[in-house]
């Protein structure tokens, strides 16, 4: 607890200066959907106002998860800094786990304002947003296990940051397009993308009555999930130190 506190101190340090883009760009980027997306979607449609805000509102944590922890890693991975982490007396797990927390402290508040935005602009109850307190860091762990993934096995910085932008507009398009309108093989690839779980729960909390049974199954397999995807970032971390 004490490396994992100590690294994140430092990322915050670092990662600071650019709280200001990170908030924007994140946030911004989520609310524009929601409002692009608000003209076509039927108002009596009330399960695809659920998903799209849901999507919406994950897609600001995988901006970071994926999108900005590929970049960081592949760009580390580059320049031979992965060197100085590895000295640490730390888990590679740790350190992923701690740089992703570094820049969820700056969108956290993002994803909180696109969550309650979106459900007062398509008028869903806000009584269980508190679901949002388990979503969110359970889909950043898990998605920022595998965007450290993507930057620490990229051959190239250039590559892993493609990777990473790839891997966020399959979480915009699996998250906010429901799962009965895509077709039966892209069902099939949603349902071995952590983030539709957390996008699954977090809609889920949109409906009059809460489903804890179906709450509980979707949050446990993030869970799991991002144990799985930390264990292969720390197994990736090894490699490209060795490498």
């Known amino acids: 607890m004490n490396a994992f506190a100590a690294l994140y101190l430092s990322q915050v340090s670092r990662v600071r200066a650019a709280r200001g883009p990170l908030l924007f760009v994140a946030t911004l980027q989520s609310v524009g959907i929601l409002l692009l997306l608000r003209g076509v979607v039927d108002e009596g449609s009330r399960s695809t106002s659920q998903q799209v805000v849901a999507g919406a509102t994950v897609l600001v944590v995988a901006f970071v998860a994926l999108n900005l922890l590929a970049q960081r890693f592949g760009l580390l991975r580059g320049s031979g800094a992965l060197d100085h982490y590895a000295t640490l007396p730390v888990p590679g797990a740790v350190v992923v786990l701690a740089t992703a927390a570094s820049y969820a402290t700056f969108t956290l508040p993002g994803a909180v304002l696109t969550g309650v935005v979106g459900a007062l602009l398509y008028g869903l109850p806000l009584a269980h947003l508190w679901v949002l307190a388990l979503v969110l860091p359970l889909a950043g762990a898990s998605l920022a296990g595998v965007g450290a993934c993507l930057g620490l096995l990229a051959p190239r910085p ?86």
């Open 158 to 243: 250039e590559l892993a940051t493609v990777a990473g932008q790839l891997g966020m507009s399959g979480v915009l398009f699996l998250g906010i397009v429901p799962q009965d309108r895509m077709p039966a093989a892209v069902q099939v690839l949603r349902a071995v993308v952590p983030s539709t779980y957390a996008t699954d729960a977090l809609a889920s909390s949109f409906d009059g009555q809460l489903d804890v049974g179906l709450l509980a199954l979707n949050l446990g397999v993030c869970f799991v999930v991002a144990v799985l995807a930390l264990a292969l970032a720390s197994a990736a971390f090894r490699r490209a130190v060795r490498a």
